[in-house]
């Protein structure tokens, strides 16, 4: 069973940072590609980046490289999304989510987390 359980998003003021983790288990860890996406207030979900499960290499949107940053724990089988330089912009819910293959089309991704709340005050 897939499994994916968003955690870690709060309050922060402008220029601050936040770590969201998106626990799992084996299965989702070793078998899926988990991506991180946001979505807005009244705007479309947006992918955020991707831990791809073949290579198990890790890529953030070109425009929020430099401040996002994905990273992973083998052990604890938990994908980390690091935000740092936070802007009100980036205010939204994220998710996890996990399909076959890493891609920033959300509709592609089978299993969702439910989602944790950032919200950066300016």
């Known amino acids: 069973e897939v499994q994916l359980v968003e955690s870690g998003g709060d309050l922060v003021q402008a220029g601050g940072s936040l770590r969201l983790s998106c626990a799992t288990n084996k299965f989702t860890f070793d078998d899926y590609a988990i991506a991180w996406f946001r979505q807005a207030p009244g705007k479309e979900r947006e992918g955020v980046g991707c831990k791809a499960s073949n290579d198990g290499n890790s890529y953030v949107q070109e425009s929020l490289k430099g401040r996002f940053t994905i990273s992973s724990d083998n052990a604890k089988k938990v994908i980390y999304l690091q935000m740092t330089s936070l802007k009100p912009e980036d205010t939204g819910v994220y998710y996890c989510?996990?399909?076959?293959?890493?891609?920033?089309?959300?509709?592609?991704?089978?299993?969702w987390g439910q989602g944790t709340q950032v919200t950066v005050s300016s």
């Open positions: 989510a996990a399909a076959v293959g890493c891609s920033t089309a959300w509709d592609l991704y089978e299993h």
